[in-house]
């Protein structure tokens, strides 16, 4: 399965939190048990530097297995560092057994406080 493509909203100095459901052509959950996952967000493709990193390691990403869902979560302390702007991303997933799949890309644009 090729990967989709998502748009992220994202409000500096905020809590950020998304839930992505993962699932089959017919619309059921695919069961994520065992997984973990990976999301990068930078200011183009080819950047080195990133504006942040979310994995199963860091606990910016929680996985639901049976569900098939995947959430993201960014402190409001980090989001107030970033700045304003649309970066891209793309969120990867590792089975137990070591298949890689990118699930998701697409932008995540920073939308800029007041406060």
Request: hydrophobic fraction near 35%.
């Amino acid at each position: 399965m090729s990967a989709g493509t998502l748009k992220i909203d994202c409000e500096q100095g905020a809590t950020f939190s998304l839930i992505i459901a993962y699932k089959d052509p017919d619309q059921k959950a695919i069961d994520l048990t065992g997984y973990t996952a990976r999301m990068v967000v930078k200011q183009h493709k080819s950047s080195t530097d990133s504006l942040v990193i979310l994995t199963t390691e860091n606990d910016r990403i929680t996985i639901d297995g049976e569900a098939g869902e995947i959430e993201l979560a960014i402190s409001a302390d980090d989001t107030a560092d970033f700045s304003q702007g649309y970066y891209v991303y793309d969120l990867i997933i590792t089975s137990d057994g070591g298949e890689v799949s990118r699930i998701v890309e697409g932008y995540f644009v920073v939308d800029g406080g007041v406060s």
